[in-house]
């Protein structure tokens, strides 16, 4: 029991220091890390060395997929790709279907690039669609936004997925094809909870001028030729990683292609090709200017990479202690375990706003115990990420700086945008955990 409160003050060290004094997860899951490992009776020269174990060994995985995924990222927005991407798929949706063909925007565009930063750049576009069909901003926001938020927390190269993995040592392979067949309901019931929202004319569209909007609809028009080479640097990577997927599952071939194969599929090195095709999509532009976009996207991926480590200094701390030995749970019964992995996200998530540091936290935190849960084997680890990931998007409100980005984007206020978005996510949440509990027995 004093173990279990040890870990319980840990984790609220973390929840407070972030959301009460403002500090840095990195900082705070460090100093919770130290804070456990003194309590547990670790030596200090053994502490130091598990946390710088665990930190290294957690970024040895995934640090450089984070850098090369920023890169990506930065060179879509930079280079109109995003803009691109959006053109192309309301050109396949068309007005009537535009709702559904932002919230599909938001699930793609989120792999390789942050939600947060994705729904800034693309805000313009609900804008204009509003203007132009009638239908509320709240419909088009809410659409694109949970499409954005159901890519963030089950997909890599995303930051949260990317760690769990890496934690809970799940292939990336496994991760980003089941990853898929849950964020996909959860993505659209965010679009059909948006849809109650369509006719509701209670938020003024005034602050945006006819000019503006046309301006943009125009400019999104013009860029239909073209268009679908943006996509290459999302869609290679993800080709190249569920190829050598394939290939690594065919028991005893041992050819060439398939060497090739599993070598590009490497996340390391498809993720190295989406940076390259990034580059040749943008061979007009100056070399300084690009030069300038790359240092962009490692100050971005930098920030990410320390709190990716710092989760995993904490795991190994918490590794380090035989929680299974002090927490006896039925093993015959994986989805109550499934179920604890959910909640437990979802109560970080809730009590300090970030999904990626509700990932982080509880990936740790459950390590030790996945035996317990009965779902230590490949198919319970991987499926204890996607709980995890269906908790840490239960619920986003006035904590999480997504919320805030989506609501002052879309001129909503408080009220609004908890009745809106915070409700889709709670509903998104539900609807993933369903999710992943059926399709765990449908594979058990």
Partial sequence: MISLLIICIAVLLIILGTLKFKM???????????????????????????ITTGFGQTLSSIGIVIVFGAVIGVFLEKSNGLVHIVSAILKVFGNKNSGLALNVTGFITAIPVFCDAAFVILSAIPKALSKRTGFHIIFYGVSLATGLYAAHVFIPPTPGPL????????????????????????????????????????????NISVSEVESLIA?????LKNTWSSFLPILVPIVLIGVASFFKIKEGNTSVLSDVFIFLGN?????????????????????????????????????????????GSFGAVLKSLDLSTIIHLDSENPYFGLLLCFLFAALIKSAQGSSTVAILTTSSFVLPLLNSFGIDDSLGRLFAVLA???????????????????????????????????????????????TVLMLYALLR
């Fill in 24 to 50: 840095d997860p990195f900082l705070m899951l460090l100093l919770a890390a130290i804070f456990s490992g003194l309590c547990f009776g670790i030596s200090p020269s053994d502490l130091v060395g598990l």
């Fill in 163 to 206: 760690a769990a993995a890496a934690i809970l040592n799940v292939p990336l392979s496994d991760l980003l094809k089941y990853g898929f067949l849950v964020a996909i309901p959860v993505s659209f019931v965010g679009f059909v909870f948006a849809s109650f929202f369509k006719s509701n004319t209670a938020v003024s569209q005034d």
């Fill in 219 to 223: 400019a999104n028009d013009q860029v």
């Fill in 267 to 311: 996340p390391i090195m498809a993720t190295l090709i989406g940076v390259f095709i990034s580059y040749l999509l943008s061979w007009s532009t100056p070399k300084e200017q690009k030069a300038s976009w790359v240092g962009e996207a490692l100050k971005q991926a930098g920030v990410i990479i320390l709190i990716t480590g710092a989760g």
């Fill in 388 to 434: 995890i990931g269906s908790g840490a998007m239960t619920l986003s409100h006035v904590n999480d700086s997504y919320f805030w980005v989506v609501i002052k984007s879309l001129g909503l206020n408080v009220k609004q945008g908890l009745a809106s978005f915070s409700i889709a996510t709670f509903f998104q949440g539900i609807t993933g955990i369903s």
